[in-house]
């Protein structure tokens, strides 16, 4: 089987996207677009005619690298916890140990919220190496940083000092640039915030 055009160059996120999480969201697709990569999700596919589940496992197919976060354990107002993330990162691990040649090349990052606490909800992961964000979009960028450096072997990927001083400045000028897209901060789509970032991080590697 052939090897999916950019299948070295795609993120796969899985995390959850709301609200509450779009301080992480922002900083994850941010990195991943400095580092010289291209973040997807199943968000960035709008048809309907195309179920949820199938749009997952052909963005997993086509990405070599992933980033899980499976920290959303807290219960929703009827009382149940969102399983989706734990789901994907398991379609994820499937795919690499199951797979042909290339997608056993598959690596993840996962991250939870507090140090060891995975090993209270899915023990089946022990062993595995889980970086704790503690909510910190700069714990985040550090973390993805490292790990694509190590992953991929590449040497244009800059520091971590950097990456942060440039999310930071991006961060600070990003309410003025959805305002001017037409967007409100808090309700920008997953397409569009990914345009704004990748012109952002162009623009600044010009300089």
Known sequence: MALNPGYNDHVFINCPFDEDYAPLLQAIVFTVYRCGFIPVSALIEEDSSYNRLDKIISWIRKCRYAIHDISRIETGEKGYPRFNMPF???????????????QKSKVALIFERDKFSYQQYISDL????????????????RG??????????RTTIPGDIMLVNEYQEFIARLPEIVANAGF???SIPFNDFCQIVEEAVRE???K
């Open 204 to 206: 600044k590697i010009k």
């Open 88 to 102: 994907e990162l398991g379609i994820f691990f499937g795919a690499k140990r199951f797979g042909n040649d290339h």
């Open 184 to 186: 409100s901060i808090n």
């Open 144 to 153: 993805i940083r490292n790990w694509l450096r190590s992953a991929s072997r």
């Open 126 to 141: 022990n062993g595995v190496d889980i970086k704790a964000h503690n909510k910190n979009p700069l714990q985040i960028i």
